[in-house]
């Protein structure tokens, strides 16, 4: 063999490589296994698989532990209904007011990456061509970030996704005028297009039944309205109003309450049943078990250290004398009432049709049209919250007039006892002061929301009632009134690192210092009338 | 690139019509080296004494020349002795060229497994063979090179035998990648990880895990030598992978001529070594559960053959029991390498196949989830021992199971130690193939081409099976399977050419080459989940999943290319100045296509300073070098375009991945570094000292953005982080008498690293920090700030009064509110993880046959955190002062004063999200980390043996000095992340054994 005959089959090889060297680099990039754009059109998915993400964050399904930072260590903690045994930080933490910004980011960045997010994108793709698509999930936006706004006050709302940057806040004013503005288009597309089928392979609440939409979009706009009643009583009088008299009405019977049915387990059931990191507040022993309500056993189970009996745990506890760490503390306490099943099933609910007549009956009481008979919608609300549960004893429950809330004990640290804070009892007495009537009205609302405690929280807010026991350690550095308790939580601190022109613009818009003690517009402090 | 290949294959041409022309006598002949092993030796220049003629060898030590007779030639190499010899009447003169006592000026490794005189090297370069490297041996090679070699930071990691090294040359510089290319034989190596921990709760998908490496799947005795390349201006030619510098694997080859069976047997007992101060029966359950670890390390190997072919064989296997009760690993590797050559050494083919695998039993994880060391550290029941509750389940009879027991309820974090070991067993498998192929044709004396291809495998195999019982926060009622299969192949081909002339007095080598890389990743992921479990319980396997959105299976796949071009240009002026030129073009498949070409230069000049001027007989040798070089790099694959994750049942993930900003550009380094090098007295004295700047601009950052704007985070490219140092390695013979030879070797380096930008001022998104180590829910972080430094550390600090009395208010800890300015989301900067210089001592002591290493190895400056004692403080009362529960002042914020037990205090300071900044110690460490006594048995010239050697080692014996509870030198990541803090990882160890080589 020559040598040149070598060079050339040297070359040869050299040549092949060089050739599949430069093969193209431009279509090698990307996994296949995700979803291209052009992928998500087929079956209008770029619409379609939205929405289940939307419904299953408003009140984050999954991972538990993200809801548990969204809502069940804060609302549901400060609204009285539920209290976490284990003093996590050591008792530094949310619910004794030493607030942990770490935990609290999930408040904003959930509802934001899952519903807002997902929200624009549908107003992108179907204002124009599919509008009831696009009603949907305005209504269901606007059901997610109020409960930012009444977190925080002050959100990006109108002016979301304007900047690839930063962000402008709405004034919790603004950010209320758009809801009711939203909610305001939505009913009225969907009034136009009521027959349409085109949601219900997407819809977790109603099947596709638009009529049931905007039955729930009235109800919603009445629960907007009540929060601003006493800082905006014109508009929100205006804005119930056209709820009150509308003509599709409003959620009136129990099937049409707005729940989502998810596909995943209830959050709290794995917090509470798994976990045992959370159980019955001391509030709730002393209210339901103080009123003889049979709802207690569909909310709870009797506890373990007190065979038998229910039994709440004081919130705001600290790591107690005596105890070396959280885990022997929680060791004690997570033997108190744990939730019942009854109320953990994979329906999330957000608006019972109990809590409507509620709203009617303090409509009534403020003198709004359509309002119908305060007394009337105070026992039906009574009423339809008891038959949501199959209970009976309706009658001698709404008729009882002596019993009230019961003091609490505290049987593994006394020192936790605490005497009732009030002394409303159910029946109805017209002849009470409209505050009066207000506080049975806000007491048996709030035990009809359980488990919500983000509603109850904000109705807690608003009007001082229910009158729930406050934190046994108050770690806040004087900014928290103990007794007022917890007004706000901080913008978090995503906001303040990315965005400092956006959050100080905020913090003028919430009119006082970015802190758990300032209140929030619609909170007025003084008198509800 | 089309138009470069046409560039390319021209120059081939021409480089090819171009023949020597034949004059009147031509002088040929071959120059090997003297002794048992004589080698050709290529780059031997040969000159005609008094002329301007010379010549060079080839790679067979083959040269030719024309002289007359009566002509001198001399022939000359560095480190070997220079032979004159006068021309006769033969046409053939066959040269032997002895080498000098000390092997320090001879041929080194470089880039593209180029072969270079040390003295032509523009940049520095350290070297260690096989011998110095195995003395004391390590399952991982790397783990040797601590101390060893200036500037080369090791930090092995906490998952005991078996797992990964985080290797740091020159500082760090990128969010990405800071480890260092690996080169085996001149062709990179593909160096995966099944990941790496990222944040100090753990993950809660199977714990805090080292996903390991590839060195360890490397047999050290197939090892030659390694070459550390520290900077870019060395590493160059190696495009974006050699940006950290390139650790280069010159491994053994059969030799032409001698049949050679050598065999090794290693074996080393460890045992726990460094603990934090628990009391007398704390540390004695510990003591009790750990155990005593043994490691078994074989090795056989094979080589030999005739002029034409070579062989290299070896089998060496690993069978490692760890301290931690059922950690086990056994590994078995197999190389195999031939080489030709054909038609009269025209074409020399070679060809290699690494083959290895690797089974570790439960590989120790650091962190809170899944690990064994919380229940350990925090057992404390009354009347009870740890050991009790060896018996780690009993029958539950409702539901028919056996169910987990342990002294009191458990939690997320805390679990029966012995149910997590057996039952929340893990099983890693990793498997490597490397096949490689070299032809090489020999155009003439001058020119040669060569073409590697190498196919590099490696499979990452990750099982565990967490049984019914388990705490429910890590799994539900039946149990929980997590199954992790990664499929790893890199396909790497190249061609060269290379020019080796000398012209009169002015030597050229130089290499034009181009080069593709093709790297896919096939990834499968299944995993029941903490909340979607299995249907049977204690059933693992996939069809046991139930099936709902809350089990986890997807797959994931990447390919990336990247081609490049590249020269290089060695020019030497009369063997007394070189001037080395590198140039090289890279085209990334993960760049966007308009922007998809990058190109980066460097050049570097020495002065062989005892060459240029007389400097007299004490100066054996002095140079000087210089050196500028900027390297490009690209972005990680799939990260311009993204795509949508789809989740298993659950639709599509929330939101859109992140995307640039802007248009994605490559990034830059760009490096300057100057040193020199002296020799004393015949060698028997001498140093290296170096300085170096680099600075790393326009990385691809991930920057949060308001969750207004429809983002989480936005890609940019964008920061400048600079780091400068010094490196210096001084090496003596003190002493050198007939039997007695002690050679000492110090090795010192310093790194200052500045974070100068971290946004640009015309970026339209600014930021103030990168995160490094997410805090998550606990309280340590590490934060890339301008004006700090990479690794900063980031705790939570107590507040102090005047007299440094802490502050406590209505029962807690008020946290420091006086350095705003240093403090990120209520983390205060406590320290940096980095050494600020470090220093090996390495020695040797040869009497007779007797020999006596010993390594000490010292990193100062730099701090480190125990989160393992802030959170046994804040679980229970086990660590010594808490027992003692002596008496601390504290104050209120009106400055009454009060006390507080330690037990009190250090309950509230303790926890994983307590008071961490009063857990902060120096990294200060100086630690005896090697000692071999070796003996070389005398053998009788007809011995059937041709050497015996036997030593006893020691490894990682003691510390001179340290102030942390834990040893510094390990880390929980091998990545960027989880440095600067232990949280619950594996206690250190110290070793001794015994190590018999036998060649024959």
Request: hydrophobic fraction near 35%.
């Amino acid at each position: 063999m020559k040598n040149s005959n070598i060079f050339l089959s040297g070359f040869v090889v050299i040549s092949l490589f060089l050739s599949s060297c430069a093969e193209g680099l431009e279509d090698l990039d990307g996994n296949p296994r995700n979803i291209t754009q052009e992928q998500l059109e087929v079956d209008f998915q770029n619409v379609g698989s939205l929405y289940k993400p939307m419904f299953e964050n408003i009140y984050q399904y999954t991972p538990p532990w993200s809801f548990q930072l969204q809502q069940n260590l804060n609302a549901d903690v400060f609204s009285g209904y539920m209290t976490n045994p284990r003093p996590f930080v050591a008792g530094a933490n949310n619910t004794t007011y030493n607030l942990v910004s770490g935990w609290n980011n999930f408040i904003w960045s959930v509802p934001y990456s899952n519903v807002m997010n997902n929200a624009k994108t549908i107003e992108n793709e179907t204002r124009e061509t599919f509008p009831e698509l696009f009603a949907v999930s305005q209504i269901l936006k606007v059901t997610a970030m109020h409960r930012v706004s009444d977190v925080f006050g002050p959100i990006v709302y109108t002016k979301f996704g304007e900047s690839a940057t930063t962000s402008e806040y709405d004034s919790q004013e603004e950010a209320y005028n758009a809801f009711f503005a939203d909610l305001e288009e939505a009913i009225q597309i969907l009034s136009d297009n009521i027959d349409s089928p085109r949601f219900a392979a997407f819809d977790l609440a109603y099947g596709g039944n638009y009529e049931n939409w905007i039955k729930y979009a009235n109800a919603l706009r009445l629960r907007l309205a009540i929060r601003i009643s006493k800082v905006a009583p014109t508009k929100a009088q205006s804005e119930g109003e056209k709820s009150l008299n509308h003509p599709v009405g409003l959620i009136e019977a129990n099937p049409d309450g707005f729940f989502v049915n998810g596909t995943l387990d209830h959050p709290v059931r794995t917090i509470n049943n798994s976990w045992g990191d959370i159980r019955m507040n001391a509030s709730m022993e002393s209210i339901l078990v103080g009123y003889e309500d049979p709802r207690v056993g569909s909310y709870f189970n009797t506890s373990e250290v007190e065979e038998g009996v229910y039994k709440g745990v004081r919130n705001g506890l600290p790591l107690l004398p005596g105890y070396d760490d959280e885990l022997a503390q929680k060791a004690d306490y997570v033997t108190f009432s744990l939730l019942a099943d009854e109320v953990l099933t994979p329906r999330v609910q957000l608006m019972a049709a109990a809590e409507v007549f509620f709203l009617k009956a303090e409509a009534g009481l403020r003198g709004w049209t359509g309002a119908g008979d305060v007394q009337g919608n105070y026992e039906q609300g009574i009423t339809t919250s008891f038959q949501q549960y199959g209970l009976g004893g309706i009658s001698d429950y709404v008729s009882n007039g002596t019993r009230t809330p019961m003091d609490y004990v505290d049987p593994v640290t006394p020192g936790n006892s605490i005497n009732a804070l009030s002394t409303i009892t159910i029946a109805w007495d017209d002849a009470a002061t409209n505050e009066e009537k207000l506080e049975r009205i806000i007491t048996q609302k709030w035990i009809a929301l359980f488990p919500e405690g983000q509603e109850a929280w904000s109705e807690y807010r608003r009007t001082g009632y229910p009158k729930i026991f406050p934190v046994v350690s108050n770690q806040s550095g004087g900014v928290v009134d103990t007794d007022l308790q917890i007004r706000r939580i901080p913008f978090v601190d995503s906001e303040l690192q990315t965005n400092p022109d956006g959050v100080a613009d905020a913090v003028t818009k919430l009119g006082g210092p970015d802190n758990a003690g300032t209140r929030l517009w619609w909170d007025v402090p003084g008198g509800n009338f | 690139m089309k138009r470069t290949i046409l560039v390319f294959s021209v120059l081939l041409a021409l480089l090819m019509t171009q023949q020597v022309k034949a004059q009147e006598k031509t002088i040929s002949g071959t120059v090997t080296s003297t002794g048992e092993n004589a080698m050709p030796l290529p780059g031997v220049n040969v000159i005609v004494k008094g002329t301007a003629k010379g010549a060079q060898t080839d790679f067979d030590g083959k040269y030719t020349i024309t002289a007359s007779a009566g002509d001198v030639l001399e022939f000359s190499y560095v480190g070997l002795t220079t032979i004159s010899v006068t021309v006769g009447a033969s046409d053939i003169i066959d040269v032997a060229m002895e080498e000098n006592l000390e092997q320090l000026d001879d041929v080194v490794v470089t880039a593209l497994g180029i072969a270079k005189s040390r003295k032509s090297l523009t940049y520095a370069a350290q070297d260690i063979n096989a011998d110095e490297l195995n003395k004391v041996r390590q399952t991982n090679p790397v783990n040797s090179l601590s101390g060893k070699v200036s500037g080369v930071v090791v930090n092995r990691s906490s998952s005991g035998a078996g797992g990964s090294v985080k290797v740091t040359l020159r500082g760090n510089a990128s969010l990405g990648n800071n480890q260092p290319l690996y080169v085996i034989d001149g062709v990179p190596l593909s160096n995966p990880t099944g990941g790496q921990p990222l944040d100090t709760f753990g993950d809660i998908n199977g714990g805090n895990r080292d996903g390991g490496d590839v060195l360890s799947l490397i047999n050290p005795d197939d090892i030659e030598s390694l070459t550390v390349l520290k900077g870019a201006s060395a590493s160059a030619l190696y495009g974006s992978a050699g940006l950290n510098g390139v650790i280069l694997i010159t491994t053994k080859k059969g030799r032409a001529g001698s049949f050679k069976v050598e065999a090794s047997s290693n074996l080393l007992v460890e045992s726990a070594a460094y603990y934090i101060d628990l009391n007398d029966e704390a540390e004695s359950n510990i003591k009790d559960f750990f155990n005593n670890g043994v490691t078994n390390i074989n090795a056989v190997s094979l080589s030999g053959g005739s002029e034409k072919a070579q062989t290299y064989f070896s089998y060496s296997n690993t069978f490692a029991s760890g301290i931690l009760p059922t950690n086990k690993m056994s590994q078995h590797t197999i190389n195999i390498r031939e080489n030709a050559q054909f038609f009269d050494g025209v074409l020399t083919a070679s060809a290699n196949v690494l083959a290895s695998t690797q089974t570790i039993d439960n590989r120790p994880v650091s962190g809170l989830y899944f690990n064994p060391l919380v229940g350990a550290y925090n057992f404390d029941s009354p009347g009870e021992r740890l050991s009790d509750y060896e018996n780690f389940e009993e029958l539950d009879p409702d539901r028919n199971i056996q169910s987990q027991r342990w002294f009191r309820a458990t939690s997320d974090i805390e679990q029966n130690p012995y149910w997590i070991l057996n039952r929340n067993a893990s099983e890693d498998t990793n498997r490597k193939l490397l096949a490689s192929m070299n032809l090489k044709f020999k155009i003439n004396d001058w020119i040669s081409v060569q073409s590697r291809g190498t196919y590099d495998q490696t499979f990452l195999n990750y099982e565990k099976k967490v049984h019914a019982t388990t705490e429910a926060t890590l799994a539900p009622a039946n149990g929980r399977y997590i199954f992790t299969e990664q499929d790893i192949r890199q396909l790497y081909g190249d061609v060269i050419a290379t020019i080796n002339k000398q012209f009169n007095t002015i030597s050229l080598s130089a290499n034009v080459g181009t080069s593709t890389t093709r790297t896919t990743v096939e990834l499968l992921n299944a995993d029941s989940g903490t909340n979607g479990g299995l249907q049977f319980a204690n059933v693992f396997s996939i069809q046991n999943f139930n099936a709902n959105p809350q089990v986890s299976l997807f797959q994931s796949s990447l390919d990336k290319k990247v081609n490049s071009i590249f020269a290089s240009a060695t020019i030497g002026f009369n063997e007394k100045v070189f001037v080395d030129l590198t140039a090289r073009n890279d085209w990334s498949s993960s760049l966007p296509s308009s922007n998809n070409s990058y190109f980066y230069p460097s050049a570097g000049i020495t002065g062989i300073l005892t060459e240029i001027f007389d400097m007299g007989e004490k100066i054996s040798f002095a140079k000087i070098r210089g050196s500028y070089a900027q390297v490009g790099n690209d972005v990680p694959a799939n990260t311009v375009f993204p795509e949508r994750q789809i989740l298993f049942g659950g639709g599509l993930s929330p939101l859109d991945p992140v995307r640039p900003l802007g248009e994605v550009r490559p990034e830059q380094q760009s490096s300057f570094e100057i040193g020199t090098e002296w020799r004393f007295f015949d060698n028997r004295f001498g140093f290296d000292i170096g300085y170096y700047h680099t600075s790393t601009v326009d990385q691809y950052f991930q920057v949060p953005v308001s969750t207004g704007t429809g983002s989480v985070t936005v890609g940019v490219n964008s920061g400048d982080i600079i780091n400068e140092g010094f490196e210096a390695s001084i090496f003596v013979t003190p002493v050198q008498t007939g039997n007695f030879k002690w050679t000492s070797n110090i090795n010192f380096a310093a790194n200052d690293n500045e974070v100068q930008e971290i946004s640009n001022p015309s970026d339209d998104v600014q930021i103030d920090n990168q995160v490094i180590s997410p805090p998550g829910v606990n309280t340590f972080a590490s934060y890339l700030v301008e004006g700090g430094q990479y690794g900063d550390i980031y705790a939570q600090v107590v507040k102090r009064d005047a007299n440094g009395r802490p502050v406590v208010d209505a029962g807690a800890i008020v946290i420091n509110d006086e350095n705003p300015d240093n403090t990120i989301a209520g983390l205060e900067k406590v320290g940096n993880a980095n050494p600020d210089f470090t220093l090996g001592w390495n020695n040797t002591m040869t009497y007779k046959n007797i020999s006596l290493d010993f390594l000490i190895d010292g990193k100062f400056g730099g701090e480190t955190i125990s989160m393992t004692e802030a959170i046994v403080e804040g679980l229970s009362n086990n660590t010594q002062r808490e027992t003692e529960n002596a008496l601390i002042e504290v104050v209120s914020p009106t400055g009454d004063v009060s006390t507080l037990t330690a037990q009190e205090y250090y309950g509230l300071a303790g926890g994983r999200n307590g008071f961490t900044g009063e857990y902060v110690y120096s990294a200060t460490n100086v630690r005896l980390a090697e000692i071999a006594l070796g003996y070389n048995f005398q053998l009788s010239e007809n011995s059937f043996f041709r050497s015996i050697k036997a030593s006893l080692i020691g490894n990682n014996l003691f510390f001179f000095y340290k102030d942390a509870p834990h040893d510094p030198n390990v880390t929980l990541s091998t990545g960027n992340a989880l440095q600067g803090v232990d949280v619950l990882g594996l206690p250190s160890t110290r070793s001794w054994g015994l190590n018999v080589n036998l060649s024959f």
